[in-house]
């Protein structure tokens, strides 16, 4: 029975590659080859490979692949073709340790007692190999090149080969090789994928493409989750605490009349303020520049396509240093939706406390770092500002949008495709966390080293508030402190390393390290200080919020967002959706990924 199964392991693995070809010249079928592998890949990477590491290296496996995901992200900074190389080289490797491991488990199949366990148990290995076959087809070639046999079939031909290796002595041969290392290249392994698949360097499809690319994207994500599963990984949970299957649910219903009330406000706001030209922040004092910084994007979706280009052009512009830093800092931070939520999950004396210190942050840093910072002479590194196009830019809505309606249509739209797939990522976020995260962990960690792993953690990584909101609470209900939760809020929107890339070109690099000094140091301390006030029983307790009967207009807010969820997948392709939660350091890239939106009639940005 082995040699059947091996042949079927193998087919599975070039049906990749084979429908890759065939689409390829066919834009509908090339469309749907990519929404499949983007909806199976990180599906089964996360359901299937790193729960299996996390059973040795506990949340070890977590950092490792999140150092993956950044080594890719910063090879990034050298290039689409150095990403590429460094990707190929982390992941090959990665996929060949699996595809041994892939043998062994077939062999043990064909040795199962039961031949319809072996078949059972083979179907499941055998399904996943597809995904890998149309992972190495398309998300290993450097941009503008299409996959070339060699480049295709080499890493394929290594993987079948490993498979039938470890299918023979796969056992044997793992046995020499201590668990934790071959978990640690594979845990490091799937955090350079995730970055990979869900990243594209090519332009977005037209209407139709992305359309057919977000159905095959929802049948590829139904497909991987249907299959078996042989560690019951969405029904495991530590002891007394909810699985994946228990919690994503209820945690949905929850948060979705918040997040949807989030929407509607935005767009309300959206078509009530006042357009603001770049020039309304150059007051003569510095406290009011800071001041007007902070209030500038106040109905801004405060997603990495609402802050950064922005900034940019306000670099271009020459608008005080104090006033872009203030909009950097509190910009993501009042989020609307990250308030609504953080309402409903950590209670409102704690919400309304974080916003406050969110802007005292934002004026405090913008004041200290203003003082010294002075932006660079030549804006060469983003090109002289088209300044007549600009004139037509504005932050708020335009004096010749149609209606009120029109505007607030808009501004529900921008902010319903920049914050979506956060809003569902930090749901599943939170329940993968509730379900794999052991209460005892944080009584092992001391109080003031929780805070400073926080600190470390939010720095190099884009956090949007609605993201990290219900992480944030769930880290509390884990028994982690407050402080430590509220730092990743208040720090964590605060800086990136993109966002600090641009900041570097433009006021230099000692500025910079000031500036995240000042973010950290200070953002841990207001963290502190607010957790000392706020009462913790004015906190939600998370068992309870998600188990009790929930309410007929909470079912019916879900249903809603899923279906607005469904047409802003529908209209954006999965590429479109997951770019907001990426944050590039190229303006044109970003307007590739459908990030300027510029389809709704209006463009986000500034003007003189």
Known sequence: MLWPLLAMSIAGLLLGPVLVAMGRGRRSASAAIEGLTIGVVPVLVITRLLPHTMEELRAGALALAALGFLAVSFAHRGGHALEARIGRAVVVPTLLLHAITDGAGLAISAAAPERSAGWVLGAALILHRLPEGLFVATALAPPGVESSPRRTYVPVAL??????????????????????IVDGVVAFGIGAMLRLVVHTH???????????????????????????????????????????????????????????????????LYAVVPRRRASWLEATRPVAQAARGAAFGVPLPAGSCGVLPIARRLFALHIPVAAILAFVVATPALALDGAFLSVRLLGAPLTLARLAVSVILAMVVALAIGRFARPSASIASFGAPDVG?????????????????????????????????????????????EATIDPALSRM????????ATVLLSIPLWVSTVGATPLAAMMIHKGFSTTAALAL??????????MLAVLRQEIGGRAVAAYVIAVAVLGAAAAFLVARVVPASSIPAMHPLVAHRHLAVEWASLLVLAGLFAWSLLRMGPRGWLAAM???????????????????????????
């Open 389 to 433: 196009a600009q004139a037509e830019a504005s932050f708020g809505h335009a004096d010749t949008a149609p209606s009120a309606w029109a505007r607030m249509r808009d501004g529900f739209v921008d902010a319903l495709d920049h914050l979506g797939a956060w809003y569902v990522l930090g749901i599943l976020g939170a329940a993968a966390f």
């Open 202 to 268: 090519t332009p977005a499809p037209d209407a139709a493409q992305r359309a057919v690319s977000a159905v095959s994207f929802l049948v590829g994500v139904a497909l991987v989750l249907s299959l078996p599963d042989p560690l019951g990984v969405l029904q495991r949970a530590q002891p007394s605490e909810l699985s994946l299957v228990q919690s994503v649910v209820p945690l949905f219903v929850e948060t979705a009349p918040s997040f949807l009330a989030a929407l509607v406000v935005t767009g309300v």
């Open 445 to 452: 960690v001391p109080r003031p080293l929780d805070v400073v």
């Open 159 to 180: 993987l079948a080969i490993g498979t039938i290796i470890g299918a023979l002595g796969g056992v044997r041969i793992l046995s020499a090789v201590p668990e934790t």
């Open 489 to 498: 809020l208040v720090v964590g929107p605060a800086t990136n390393l993109t």
């Open 582 to 608: 990426i944050v590039e350091s190229h303006e044109e890239h970003a307007r590739d990924h459908g990030c300027a939106h510029e389809h709704h009639g209006h463009e986000h940005g500034a003007s003189t």
